[in-house]
């Protein structure tokens, strides 16, 4: 297949990204839609030195050209790590994620000051419909996790979803909506287990 987004203007080729950063729709037959693979092997190649990389500041220098802006000197992310953008990737202050995570940014994903994610923990800001017709279609929905969340090892965030200032995601759970601030969520899919107090 012909790849149409070579010959572009910078801000052309990247119409597709901003068209799902801003939450719409793309069908995969969109002419546009070539320039998903090129961001992605962009990204690939960084995250083959990153998930090598044994010294923490070089860490943090190669996350922050998958991101494209700098990781803040207080938040840490252990390799490996796996994405297929970066770009559309937020991190806050203080943020800790444990190794073997996994991100689908296209959507968009914020995480706020002081959130800590375990590890094998699994966020998708992406969605495909369920009806057959209309499955070849790539869904965004922005993923936010709020101040000082706790997000505890192989959960999985569905797109769309915000977590809550001050809560926690049991290990396990697979969170599919919403979870209200200062509330402990688990299992799949996740539901309120009990409200925390400070």
Not at 150 to 158: A, C, D, E, R
Request: with cysteine.
């Amino acid at each position: 297949m012909k790849n149409n987004t070579e010959h572009k203007p910078a801000e052309d080729r990247d119409a597709i990204i901003k068209r799902l950063r801003d939450q719409e729709s793309v069908s995969m037959s969109d002419p546009d839609m070539p320039r998903l693979a090129e961001v992605a092997s962009e990204a690939f190649k960084v995250l083959k030195d990153f998930n090598k990389a044994y010294d923490l500041e070089k860490g943090r220098a190669l996350f922050s050209e998958l991101i494209g802006k700098d990781l803040d000197e207080t938040t840490t992310v252990y390799p490996p790590f796996y994405t297929n953008y970066g770009k559309n990737i937020s991190l806050g202050k203080g943020v800790f994620i444990n190794h073997d995570c996994s991100m689908l940014d296209l959507g968009g994903i914020e995480i706020e000051d002081e959130v800590m994610i375990g590890p094998r923990v699994s966020i998708t800001s992406e969605n495909h419909p369920i009806s057959p017709k209309e499955r070849k279609t790539l869904v965004p929905g922005k993923v936010t996790i709020k101040k000082n969340a706790w997000i505890g090892s192989n959960v999985n965030i569905l797109p769309g979803v915000t977590i809550g200032e001050h809560s926690v995601v049991a290990a396990g759970a697979v969170v599919t909506k919403d979870v209200p601030p200062r509330t402990l969520v688990g299992g799949i899919p996740a539901k309120e287990l009990k409200k925390l107090e400070d």
